[in-house]
């Protein structure tokens, strides 16, 4: 049955996209270059300049108030045979292994109001990753849902409203896309978004470290390891969003639903019980005379219902349970709080460099994004017209994982996180390096190889060092 949905949804997607492509051969096309983000228009939507041909297979029209774009995804990664001195339950497995993970995205949206607009996705994600997604807290492959269990069979991934509430007579430059139908904005505005939505889709974004598509690949380089952000097992949640900006700064915060258990794909719906507040303010100021960059300063605090890690210990010790178990508690609400610092500053009109921080409180289990409580990573995005290949795009990064006392010594007793356990534990930090080059093959096609190299995985100096290949297809339509 799976096998005959995913064929209907191929089927649906290739129809909306051609029929979507006879429309919007009658209207304007939309050009692919990002217009400047502080750029003044003096009209309101007012459709970009012609310029180069778009990135992707179909046009679509600017002036139009309606939105359809679809997007497909295929990674391939491989590993060698690895050194290991044992294997536990939710370790990444030694031997060499192959796993093909494919996720399709269909982007629609429509306005209906001036400054309203309804935004619906829906989204397949099959395949698996290597090791079905355990055994390491920087996962190779951010693609991946980290329950294969679901299956490919379509979803609802957004499915909310948007708001534009202005205040200010200017405007700036948009990107039209399936974020956003607007042209222009108002310099100073504040928007509302309310309904199902991913946090990483508006909070901790990176102009060169964010974009699984186009860019790396590794769950603590595309996005802040030390960020525990509310989602279901799929990586979306329920929630608003209130943001306002001004041309040189913005401030967002989103209150949103978290899992009724730790990688879960039910939410707890009583947000008396579980609910999450995210906090995140951002800076647009250059720190290199004429270049541009962004400072944004993240703050979160995760209610739900989370063991505590020094708890599971004692219990394990005094004999009550066979192994530290951090779920082996009743009902109750906890707190996890933490915090983030995100940076990215051009140094050339081709070279941008970028770096994260992120620290978490490491008594209470990590619940949702992975099993990390301080991550630092740092690297750079190079643009290919650096060698006259303008669609083209490289990078590099190093991210470092570490855990808490109490998260270390929870693995080394045997007890088991949702992605992490070896059964024994020599403590060390996972240490990440990733590459990648990124070439434009034709119209909305793309092909990337990928390299990441991995000392410590899942923080255990008896495993490893691994070396992860990758090569991946991107379609944009």
Known sequence: MRRYLFHLWILLLTAMLLSHAAVCAQGQPQTSAKPPAEAAVNTEDAPAPEADPPETFFPHAEASRFWLSGQANIIFQWHPAFPAAYTGAQSLRPAAEHATSRLLTLFTGARIARNTEILFDLESAGGRGISDAFGLAGFTNLDVVRNPELGATPYIARALIHHVIPLSHERVAATRGPFGLATSLPARRLEIRVGKWGMVDFFDLNSVGSDSHFQFLNWTVDNNGGYDYAADTRGYTVGAILEYQDRRWGLRFAEALMP????????????????????????????????????????????????????????????????????????????????????????????????????????????????????????????????????????????????????????????????????????????????????????????????????????????????????RLHLEM
Do not use: C
Request: glycine share 12%; aromatic share 14%.
């Open 260 to 471: 009724r258990v730790a990688n879960g794909i039910d939410f707890q719906w009583n947000v008396r019980r579980a609910r999450s507040e995210n906090f995140e303010v951002e800076l647009r100021r250059g720190f290199l005379p004429r270049r541009d960059a962004t400072l944004r300063l993240l703050a979160y605090v995760n209610h739900a219902n989370m063991g505590v890690y020094r708890e599971a210990i004692a219990d394990f010790l005094a004999g009550r349970t066979p192994l530290p178990d951090i779920q082996a508690h009743p009902l109750q609400t906890t707190v996890k709080y933490g915090f983030g610092v995100n940076l990215e500053q051009a140094l050339t009109n081709w070279l941008t460099a970028f770096g994260r921080f992120g620290w978490n409180e490491g008594r209470h289990e990590s619940f949702v994004y992975t099993e990390v409580n301080q991550a630092v990573v740092f690297g750079a995005g190079v643009a290919g017209k650096l060698w006259r290949r303008k669609y083209d795009r490289a990078g590099a990064a190093l991210a470092i994982n570490a855990i808490s006392g109490d998260h270390r010594r929870y693995l080394a007793l045997g007890g088991q996180g949702f992605l992490l356990g070896d059964g024994r534990l020599t403590y060390g930090r996972e240490v990440i390096f990733e590459g990648y080059y990124t070439v434009h093959l034709w119209r909305g096609a793309f092909g990337s190889f990928l390299l990441q190299h991995i000392n410590n995985p899942g923080y255990n100096r008896d495993r490893g060092p691994l070396v992860v290949p990758a090569l």
